[in-house]
């Protein structure tokens, strides 16, 4: 090889890693504990700071772990961080004497976490819990947010089917015997059921994914902290209209890409979103509620396609 070949590809390497560069260890995630409003926040980053940032709010009864792949996946082209909330995955659990357990009170101290983190403008990841957490933040926040991904999180009364029977019941008759019905739900079986019902193929999810759950669902009085969530998500269909409002007010470009078989959340919810939202990416996968373990692939390839529409509108 002469001289100047040598020189030319060397050029091109060069010109290659500046457009699409090469995953290395300034992309590689990190680990790291945020004290905000004086409870410490474990979060995930990754991807350079000046890239586009995609906040990855996480579901029950999991943690940012269930963004894991995803976040390996896109961070030599975004910048993505996914807290874990109080009494979830490695945040500390504060005693429910010392901190309200609401979807309020999470959503301002998220809110207060990006403000540590200095983010600015952000994209929101809302599934299942992260949804009611994300769309409270959009919703004081309109001009912060850049774009919604939603994945099997609903904003709509048509999303709350069967699951929400015994739930809805825990609401009407706030009793011992109505919450204990709930309990199986963050069991080691219901834990399982949650990542394996409706799956194409059960041997492909790892059971990492309901173990390490476990680690914080067997905490000292995290199963009432579960209840006291349980009993709370009904605020969150009050706040629906508001968050309607937000999405025909501001018209956020969304991707949707949800979980057809997910029997928390059914796609019966996904399709209510056309109604309000003019801009929308709208994607059904043949999967269930934590649609990254089966269609993680195709979802990260889907963020990278609407981004880049976003960006050459």
């Known amino acids: 090889m002469t001289n100047q070949l040598k020189q030319t590809l060397v050029g091109v390497l060069l010109v290659l890693a500046t457009v699409n560069p090469v995953k290395g260890q300034d992309n590689a995630t990190t680990y790291g504990t945020l004290e905000v409003n004086g409870v410490d926040i474990f979060y995930r980053e990754a991807g350079p700071k000046d890239a586009p940032t995609i906040v990855l709010f996480h579901g029950y009864p999991t943690s940012s772990h269930m ?15 996914a807290p874990d909330y109080p009494g979830y995955g490695r945040s500390e659990q504060p005693p429910m004497s010392d901190f309200d357990y609401s979807f309020e009170n999470i959503s301002k101290l998220m809110e207060n976490f990006l403000d540590k983190k200095s983010i600015e403008r952000f994209g929101i990841y809302l599934m299942d819990y992260g949804a009611p957490i994300g769309f409270r933040i959009a919703h004081r926040n309109p001009d912060r947010v850049e774009a919604l991904i939603i994945q099997n999180g609903n904003a709509y009364d048509e999303g709350l089917r069967d699951f929400w029977v015994p739930i809805k019941k825990y609401w009407n008759e706030y009793t011992v015997e109505n919450g204990q019905a709930l309990e199986g739900f963050h069991s080691p079986a219901g834990l399982k059921w949650q990542y394996t019902h409706g ?22 009085e995290n199963n009432a902290i579960q209840l006291a969530m349980f009993y709370d998500y009904r605020t969150n269909v009050t706040e629906y209209p508001k968050w309607q409002t937000y999405f025909r007010d501001y018209q956020p ?28 990416d709208f994607n059904i996968l043949n999967t269930g509620h934590f649609a990254l373990e089966e269609e993680g692939k195709f979802i990260a390839e889907k963020i990278r396609s609407f981004y880049s529409n976003i960006i050459s509108q």
């Open 67 to 81: 963004f894991r792949n995803l976040i390996e996946d896109l961070s030599n082209e975004f910048h993505l961080i």
């Open 199 to 220: 799956v194409k193929d059960t041997a492909r999810i790892s059971p990492d994914n309901w173990e390490i759950d476990l680690r914080h669902l067997t905490r000292q």
């Open 253 to 280: 470009p969304t991707l949707i890409v949800w979980g057809k078989n997910d029997y928390i959340f059914p796609a019966e919810g996904a399709y209510p979103y056309k109604k309000d939202l003019k801009n929308v």
